[in-house]
């Protein structure tokens, strides 16, 4: 059985691999996973400088899911390229760093910073829904999505994902967008802006009143997304949102992912990506598939 995938010409050993931001640069959860068995490791986003993140609390459990306002706190490129690096170079895994920023400026500092680094691709954050300047002022915006992804890939020497807001009218908008300014993959959905309320102090359960809802309560509207964003671009797609088993994972594939990256699962069952990559690999046992590529958007039209 073939479980490689290949997107924008780097090859996968399968198709599983991490949602940024919830499993640190990897370091954190080596001693619960073998990391060699990841198709990629995806890294925490990173910034140009460190950045201290939101006010707390910034973390709030809701149903089938969380919400999180950490505000990309993260040490900055400098640090990075020292320490996070080299711990993945010892790994056989694919290394595919998310990059953040407030201005293209700095999205571009930091591109052309991991340029002659040991790094497979590059999955640039114009999503994130707690960030007030950048993030998702880029992402919800055609003309803005377009026009960072085309300088992004002036300085980018890895193959570009550009990672798509789910807090739009029309996702194929902007993945068509994001196509027309070259990116090579695109990947979906980041968290969708959400708000909670404890009753009995009357205040808002995170210092920046909103936050990012990921985990199970989010799966199907990540579906449907992939789906929909599968029939408008000609670029691979990596699914993501609420991902906790291999049925979920399998659900985004066939809807039209090549990859999926698993996120909030990882908190509550840290082996979550080697039990969804075995998982696969029954189905497909199961069911006398030989090439994963036979699922890929394998859905009865
Ligand atoms: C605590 C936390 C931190 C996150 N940090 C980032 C980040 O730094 N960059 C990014 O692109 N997405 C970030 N995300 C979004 C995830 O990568 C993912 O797109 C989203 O959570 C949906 O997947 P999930 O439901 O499996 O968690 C973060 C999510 C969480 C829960």
Request: aromatic letters at 6%; proline letters at 6%; a negative charge.
């Given at each position: 059985m073939n479980t490689k995938v290949k997107l924008a010409g780097v090859t996968l050993k399968n198709p599983v691999m991490t949602a940024s931001g919830t499993f640190g640069s990897g370091a954190e959860y080596a001693e619960f996973v073998d990391?060699?068995?990841?198709?990629?490791?995806?890294?925490?986003?990173?910034?140009?400088?460190?950045?201290?993140g939101n006010p707390t609390p910034r973390i709030a459990e809701t149903y089938g899911g969380m919400l999180n306002a950490v505000g990309l706190q993260n040490p900055g490129i400098g640090l990075f390229v020292e320490r996070?690096?080299?711990?993945?170079?010892k790994y056989d895994t694919k290394i595919i760093v998310n990059v953040c920023g407030k201005t293209t400026e700095d999205y571009c500092e930091v591109?052309?910073?991991?340029?002659?680094?040991?790094?497979?691709?590059?999955?640039?954050?114009?999503?994130?829904?707690?960030?007030?300047?950048?993030?998702?002022?880029?992402?919800?915006?055609?003309?803005?999505?377009?026009?960072?992804?085309?300088?992004?890939?002036?300085?980018?020497?890895?193959p570009v994902i550009m990672k798509l807001s789910p807090n739009v009218t029309d996702i194929t908008e902007m993945a068509r967008a994001a196509e027309a300014g070259g990116a090579d993959a695109l990947s979906l959905i980041n968290t969708i802006t959400g708000m909670k309320i404890d009753i009995h102090r009357r205040a808002f359960a995170l210092a920046n009143k909103t936050g990012g809802l990921s985990g199970p309560a989010i799966h199907p509207v990540a579906v449907r997304m992939v789906y929909e964003t599968a029939h408008a671009v000609n670029i691979p797609i990596i699914g993501m949102g609420g991902v906790s088993t291999a049925e979920d994972a399998l659900e985004l594939i066939l809807a039209g992912a090549t990859a999926v990256?698993?996120?909030?699962?990882?908190?509550?069952?840290?082996?979550?990506?080697?039990?969804?990559?075995?998982?696969?690999?029954?189905?497909?046992e199961e069911y006398g598939v030989k090439d994963i590529a036979e699922l890929v958007g394998g859905v009865d039209q």
């Open positions: 990391l060699n068995r990841l198709g990629a490791v995806v890294t925490k986003g990173v910034s140009s400088v460190p950045w201290e996070d690096i080299p711990f993945l170079m591109v052309r910073r991991l340029a002659g680094q040991p790094v497979d691709m590059l999955e640039i954050n114009i999503s994130c829904p707690n960030v007030k300047e950048g993030g998702i002022a880029f992402g919800q915006d055609p003309k803005a999505v377009e026009e960072i992804t085309k300088e992004v890939k002036k300085y980018a020497k890895q990256s698993v996120g909030t699962a990882n908190f509550h069952n840290p082996t979550a990506t080697v039990e969804i990559v075995e998982g696969i690999l029954e189905y497909m």
